[in-house]
């Protein structure tokens, strides 16, 4: 089975890009490794504190994002990182050529259950006028990533990474250390009839999306004419991944709690990196009014809706949007 470092060599990567997306997943692999000691390691539970979005730490919230940040800023290829989990962007190396995005923990709350979880992350290339604090240099649209990926830490580890030919999914073999290619090109089917929203937000939705989730709801009765099942993971890492194996539409989209109405996932660690997969695999990653990847964002913690997936559904639910207009 062929290995991560000559798949990514066939796919033109630089050097110097392999060896860093191979330093990030040392990073994940110790987290990894954490997280399957789970109680033993005593790494579950919750920290006293609260992150920068307004939500309690997990610990292993913590431990990962840590881990990340001490393996990124030893690495000496990165200039800054930027974190779900950090307040401000962190400075790493001054003459480091890349900058990197992620969610150390994706669908903490999973932890005490020992469900689903993941690491998100995106790279891209570090401009030179840039110095290492300057959260600026952050404020790019994601057309700019040159790789993004996640980390599953399931019943396997396994990693869906794009550096822009295609995605492509590996295993990590636990006997040697190394991922393994095991889902070459990755393609999301057009057409699906699975679909991923946390129903209990449905009375803040706006009616767009409220008349499309009601249409896929009346199944073969509705307009729609075919049942649909649906599926919710609580971590966007595992509802993608699924909608990479088998397509689907995932949806966390505008609803009228805050002021910007924005949904809950965030552009930087969650939406962009997932937007740049899906595209890679044939899929559509959109918020409701553009292209996912085309926001330009104006903090680094902002939040966007997300609607992404299969390509027929997704221009399905975008045209129920349309429609309003
Ligand atoms: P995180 O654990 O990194 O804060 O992200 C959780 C996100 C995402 O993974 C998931 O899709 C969503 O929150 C779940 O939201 P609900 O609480 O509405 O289910
Ligand atoms: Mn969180
Ligand atoms: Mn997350
Ligand atoms: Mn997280």
């Known amino acids: 089975m062929k290995r991560l470092n000559s798949q990514l060599q066939q796919d033109g990567a630089p050097l110097e890009l392999i060896l860093l997306i191979r330093t990030l997943l040392a990073g994940c692999k ?21 992150n920068v979005q307004g939500e309690t730490q997990k610990k292993l919230d913590v431990i990962s994002n840590q881990i990340l940040k ?24 001054p003459e480091g050529n890349y900058l990197v995005s992620f969610d150390p923990l994706d669908g903490s709350s999973n932890t005490e259950i020992n469900s689903l979880i993941g690491t998100i992350f995106s790279i891209a290339h570090a401009p030179q006028w840039m110095e290492a604090d300057d ?31 295609g995605t492509h999914i590996y295993t990590l073999d636990k006997t040697h250390g190394g991922f393994l290619l095991t889902h070459p090109n990755v393609q999301v089917p057009e057409q699906t009839s699975e679909f991923s929203i946390n129903a209990s937000n449905q009375r803040h939705w706006e009616a767009p999306m409220k008349a499309y989730i009601a249409d896929l709801l009346a199944g073969t009765d509705g307009p729609r004419e075919k049942n649909f099942n649906m599926r919710w993971v609580a971590a966007m890492v595992g509802d993608i991944h699924r909608l990479l194996c088998r397509g689907g539409i995932f949806m966390y989209p505008y609803d009228n709690r805050n002021p910007s109405k924005a949904g809950k ?54 045209s129920y949007q349309n429609k309003a207009e």
């Open 30 to 50: 110790e987290i990894s490794f954490r997280v399957s000691q789970g109680a033993l390691a005593g790494v579950l539970g919750s920290t006293l504190s609260e």
């Open 70 to 93: 001490d393996t990124l800023r030893d690495s000496g290829y990165v200039k800054a990182i930027s974190s779900e989990e950090e307040d401000t962007v962190v400075p790493c190396n």
């Open 135 to 165: 959260p600026s240099a952050f404020l790019q649209p994601g057309t700019q990533m040159v790789a993004a990926g996640y980390v599953l830490y399931g019943p396997s580890t396994m990693m869906a990474l794009t550096t822009g030919r």
């Open 265 to 318: 996932l965030r552009l930087l660690y969650e939406a962009n990196p997932m937007a740049f997969l899906m595209e890679q695999a044939g899929g559509m990653a959109d918020t409701g009014t553009g292209r996912i990847m085309e926001v330009m964002p104006t903090e680094i913690h902002q939040r966007v809706p997300v609607i992404l997936g299969s390509k027929e559904e997704v221009e399905t639910c975008l």
